[in-house]
Nanobody
Framework: QVQLVESGGGLVQAGGSLRLSCAAS???????????MGWYRQAPGKQRELVAL???????NYADSVKGRFTISRDSGKNMAYLQMNSLKPEDTAVYYC???????????WGQGTQVTVSS
């Protein structure tokens, strides 16, 4: 199994910035086979949505609503993923979850989530 732990959430005013971190730990074989890592978010009353994704090779994909404001990165050597969030808006308020999937059908994993609240 792999455990993902998010950190870095909090309360920020509109226009501010936050940096989320995701630390992966657990089964070394599975961690060495992690493929994509992503950040998802879920606002109250809404479905969980993809915010940003980064492949093992470093390619990235973003939701249209965050393009130009958020940047995803990863440090595979440290088993970490990050989400730099700039120019935050009240509509970015949500619980943010880290996700990792793996090769060889070794499973997909979720963190427990971290709350991001943007006040207007």
């Amino acid at each position: 199994q792999v455990q993902l732990v998010e950190s870095g959430g909090g309360l920020v005013q509109a226009g501010g910035s936050l940096r989320l971190s995701c630390a992966a730990s657990g089964n070394i074989f599975i961690m060495n086979n992690i493929n994509n890592m992503g950040w998802y978010r879920q606002a109250p009353g809404k479905q969980r949505e993809l915010v940003a994704l980064i492949t093992r090779g470093g390619s990235t994909n973003y939701a249209d609503s965050v393009k130009g404001r958020f940047t995803i990165s990863r440090d595979s050597g440290k088993n970490m993923a990050y989400l730099q969030m700039n120019s935050l808006k009240p509509e970015d308020t949500a619980v943010y979850y880290c996700n990792a999937d793996s090769f060889r059908n070794l499973g997909a994993y979720w963190g427990q989530g971290t709350q991001v609240t943007v006040s207007s």
